[in-house]
């Protein structure tokens, strides 16, 4: 069965970093590019980043570039996000999300649906 | 960035009637288009893929239409799990983006 499993949630304070991390079972994490989205409370989705498992490159929403940083281990099948500098509408639901193309390009992102997503972190940010 | 105006932003329908959102692009994406369902307190699910493929294992009551920068959803009878919001999303150009939201309520 794949699934993506995410971290617990987490408290901040305003100016913190946080790590999240995302489990990939039931398929080899390396082959499928990997997604993060976030969705503020009561609010929509928002695109974060996308990350090459197997090459490593990462390509993120302007918004977010150089406070966010992607990484994959492929020796346990886990994706990470970190995010610095939090403020208070850093406050949301923290999803990755696979991406189903396939076969995925060393070099290149290529995008298609995203047919997986994980279970959520909440991420709350306050003084 | 390209915006996606979704519209109703929520609506409000009888179980077996027929619903449809509309989509609109801020320029043309080629048809690269998908559509998420998400049920309250759960993770969103994609339900059409390429504006009018049915993602695996999603009823036929849902279907997909639309090209260029104009696209439609619909739902052709509302059952009672249908419940929640429904998010368009473009992949023609990074960053990805979605649409706000139609939820989608029984009357």
């Known amino acids: 069965q794949v699934q993506l499993v995410q971290s617990g949630a987490e408290m901040k304070k305003p100016g913190a970093s946080v790590r999240i991390s995302c489990k990939a079972s039931?398929?080899?994490?390396?082959?499928?590019?990997m997604h993060w989205v976030r969705q503020a409370p009561g609010q929509g989705l928002e695109w974060i980043g996308i990350i090459n498992p197997g090459g490593g490159g990462t390509h993120s929403a302007q918004k977010f570039q150089g406070r966010v940083t992607m990484t994959t281990d492929t020796s346990t099948s886990t994706g990470y996000m970190d995010l610095s500098s939090l403020t208070s509408e850093d406050t949301a639901v923290y999803y990755c999300?696979?991406?189903?193309?396939?076969?995925?390009?060393?070099?290149?992102?290529?995008?298609?649906?995203?047919?997986?997503w994980g279970t959520g972190t909440t991420v709350s940010v306050s003084s | 960035d390209i915006q996606m105006t979704q519209s109703p932003s929520s609506l409000s329908a009888s179980v077996g009637d027929r619903v449809t959102i509309t989509c609109q692009a801020s320029q043309d994406i080629n048809n690269y288009l998908n559509w998420y369902q998400q049920s309250p307190g759960e993770a969103p699910k994609v339900v059409i893929y390429d504006a009018s493929n049915l993602a695996t294992g999603v009823p036929s009551r849902f279907s997909g239409g639309g090209s260029g920068t104009d696209f439609t959803f619909t739902i052709s009878s509302l059952r009672p799990e249908d419940v929640g919001t429904y998010y368009c999303?473009?992949?023609?150009?990074?960053?990805?983006?979605f649409g706000g939201g139609t939820k989608v309520e029984i009357k």
């Open positions: 999300a696979r991406d189903s193309y396939w076969p995925i390009s060393s070099n290149d992102f290529y995008y298609n649906y995203m047919d997986v």
């Open positions: 999303q473009q992949y023609d150009n990074v960053p990805l983006t």
């Open positions: 039931g398929y080899d994490l390396s082959t499928y590019y």
